[in-house]
T-cell receptor, first 118, second 112 residues
Framework: EAGVAQSPRYKIIEKRQSVAFWCNPI?????LYWYQQILGQGPKLLIQ????????DSQLPKDRFSAERLKGVDSTLKIQPAKLEDSAVYLC????????????????FGPGTRLTVT | KNQVEQSPQSLIILEGKNCTLQ??????????LRWYKQDTGRGPVSLTI?????NTKSNGRYTATLDADTKQSSLHITASQLSDSASYIC???????????FGAGTTVTVRA
């Protein structure tokens, strides 16, 4: 079974530039998550999709971050314009569902995209 | 505020030795607790999952314990190997919204 795919793996941009990340979840997984992991910290949820609808985006800085999941499969996360404090690893995860039996909402993580803003 | 605190922040051990990582949490209402291993440049991978009624769970050389009364968990690594070098993250899930609360992780370095 293929895992969660993310691209690019690394990105270096200057502040005020724009950047986009792509995620392809495990086939059949209805729920998709984007996390921000700053060095030395645990991941922080940015946005959660159930199919192509947003379930939770309470911690997404909406003035600069946006995400979409068209057709309920792939997803893109965009930052425009980037700030120095956006330097982090952006993790995408997916799960079969978002609640219920334990294994149903087991999250599988992709390798992440390491963003450096200079 | 739901929090997950891990200790130590980092540790270095010699290959073949054992070590124990600690996790204290205040997350409520509690559903289950998971330990993840995150290799450098990779996403976290689940090692163990424990519900309220489980006190211990093993996965090879990894053994997790849970004391739901004191809200403490530990992860014990036996006979460490170089491949155990990674960050170990404690995650607690709530029953009401299934949200994951992450600890900051413990970075383990195993040296030959």
């Amino acid at each position: 079974e293929a895992g969660v795919a993310q691209s690019p793996r690394y990105k270096i941009i200057e502040k005020r530039q724009s950047v986009a990340f792509w995620c392809n979840p495990i086939s059949g997984h209805a729920t998709l998550y984007w996390y921000q992991q700053i060095l030395g910290q645990g991941p922080k949820l940015l946005i959660q999709f159930q199919n192509n609808g947003v379930v939770d985006d309470s911690q997404l800085p909406k003035d600069r971050f946006s995400a979409e999941r068209l057709k309920g499969v792939d997803s893109t996360l965009k930052i425009q314009p980037a700030k120095l404090e956006d330097s982090a690893v952006y993790l995408c995860a997916s799960s079969l569902g978002a609640s219920g039996p334990l294994l149903l909402y087991e999250q599988y993580f992709g390798p992440g995209t390491r963003l450096t803003v200079t | 505020k739901n929090q997950v605190e891990q200790s130590p922040q980092s540790l270095i051990i010699l290959e073949g030795k054992n070590c124990t990582l600690q996790c204290n949490y205040t997350v409520s209402p509690f559903s289950n607790l998971r330990w993840y291993k995150q290799d450098t440049g990779r996403g976290p991978v689940s090692l163990t999952i424990m519900t309220f009624s489980e006190n211990t769970k093993s996965n090879g050389r990894y053994t997790a314990t849970l004391d739901a009364d004191t809200k403490q968990s530990s992860l014990h690594i036996t006979a460490s190997q170089l491949s155990d070098s990674a960050s170990y993250i404690c995650v607690v899930i709530r029953t009401n919204d299934y949200k994951l609360s992450f600890g900051a992780g413990t970075t383990v370095t195993v040296r030959a």
